[in-house]
């Protein structure tokens, strides 16, 4: 199994690709998950 998730991108005609490794990306989903999810939180015990 690789443990890189490769992404292709182009920007202003410019081609490239990035690797980032599957643990950055778990990490990330993460913390974006709780922020998201304390949002929620904080809104439903405000009504």
Do not use: P
């Amino acid at each position: 199994m690789d443990d890189f998730l490769r992404v292709r991108f182009t920007c202003r005609g410019y081609q490239d690709d990035i690797a980032v490794t599957r643990d950055v990306v778990k990490s990330e989903i993460k913390v974006k998950l709780q922020r998201y999810m304390g949002d929620m939180v904080k809104d439903l015990q405000s009504k």
